[in-house]
């Protein structure tokens, strides 16, 4: 089986080790649209060799796509044109619903299989790849019902080998949930590392003094990379703003209470937010 | 020297276990107002000894009060009216402005010294304590020019047994950064917290099959206890709500960006959030 892997960062770059070491794949072929990503790709034993894409499609039985996800969309149609009937495209993009749309009625619609290994990082770059990014984490197939049997299958057969747990969805939910419990918490991150940049401008190095875990958690997806984020957010605009706008009443509920006093209701506030560990998020 | 901790919670207890683990206290006296705690905190080897009020402050040499920030306000002056010229007394709480306005004037003022040790996390309790928990962290004292120089120089060296670095500042200044750096974090997380709580609501497996780390790290801090941080809430409540509308406004300004499709602003958002990294905050 020889692996196309289009996007050469953290997710492709950690596919790509991953199915080399496990003897998945037969071969690794790599393209990134940044040479020094490409080479980086080949000196980290990432891919065997890199192709261009018309070689990269004759070569491989899987391509996957792990580029931003606009990149992804505007991609696809033109790769699905071009393979053959037996070949299998997936993608690794963090929203679902814009790219299931734009290729509901093409005729190679069923060789691809939407997917979401959630996995990613604040940071980006085959750099930071690792064959075990994957382990015992989750990851999202959307909208089976129109990929063939036994593409899905196969690309079951690869998050299996990556140790990852799979779970299905339509990519209307996918986007969804995914704006609140991934998407939301970018958001609020970058905007908080924003917040106090802004109020304590040329005073970095008494805020990096007083800094603990609490803050280092919190603003760590504020490192994100622009280029990934961006088409995100863009892509689940919707269900953004209407995460943001959640997010904001219940910012406001606290502050209401701050402002008149309201201690008690502080208390249970607090309380409430507790029991997410009852739950298991964590 | 003999060391009376007051509070048995995560700090004093991973206080109690360092001070005595380095052989810098001869006897850690304890006690806690919750038996448990207290019955823990002998069987960790916290303290040597649970005793009362009036013994542990007869028996010790130095008192930390490691207990929620109202209760320390509430306590400090009773116990600096009962201790001798030669007792020190710390506190270890997250605010300190109104605490140290409300023993200005006190008779024995100069035996007291405000520290906060930023080394909290999301658990609290004597089973928590570490003796390590400080390691490589930051220590602020505030308003030393109010405390004796014996004095502060012995908390100085408990400290820097516990491998803790010092920071000086006011408790004016202490209480409004650590209101960005650290509270408003906390009640950010909270509210996450609640909004996909209330969001969600008895779809909770779901949210959990998809949570990635990012959720992870940015809900970490909405498991801190809310009787520790009600009474941080209340006290720092001016500059919370300053820190509260700041953020509240930059992710307006988010909003709008995204409602109003402005995607080249949004990437300059994100740009210079990415900066906080560069600023050696983490």
Redesign the interface.
Known sequence: MNIGIIGLGLIGGSMGLNLRKSNFAHSVFGMDANPTNASHAVKLGIVDKILPLEDLLLESNIIILSIPVDAIQKILPNILNKISNSSVVLDTGSTKQDLCKSILHHPQRRRFVATHP????EHSGPMFADSDLFLK??C?ICDAQFSDGEALSLVKQIYSTMKM?I?H?TSEEHDL??S???H?????????????????FKK?K???????????????????N?KT??PI??SN?NN??Q??????H???E??YY??N?K?HE??H?????????D????
């Open positions: 959630i996995a990613g990082i984490k989750n999202i747990r779970i969805t949930y995914i609140y419990i991934s939301l918490p970018h958001v609020l991150s970058f905007s908080l590392a924003r917040t106090i940049l802004k109020k304590f970095e008494i805020v990096n003094t007083m800094m603990g875990s609490g803050l280092y958690s919190t603003i760590r997806l504020a490192k994100s622009p984020w961006l957010f863009a605009r953004m703003i995460a943001i706008n959640g997010y904001i219940v910012l406001e606290f502050r701050l402002l006093k201690f502080i208390f506030y607090l309380k409430k937010a507790n029991s997410i560990k739950k298991k998020y964590v």
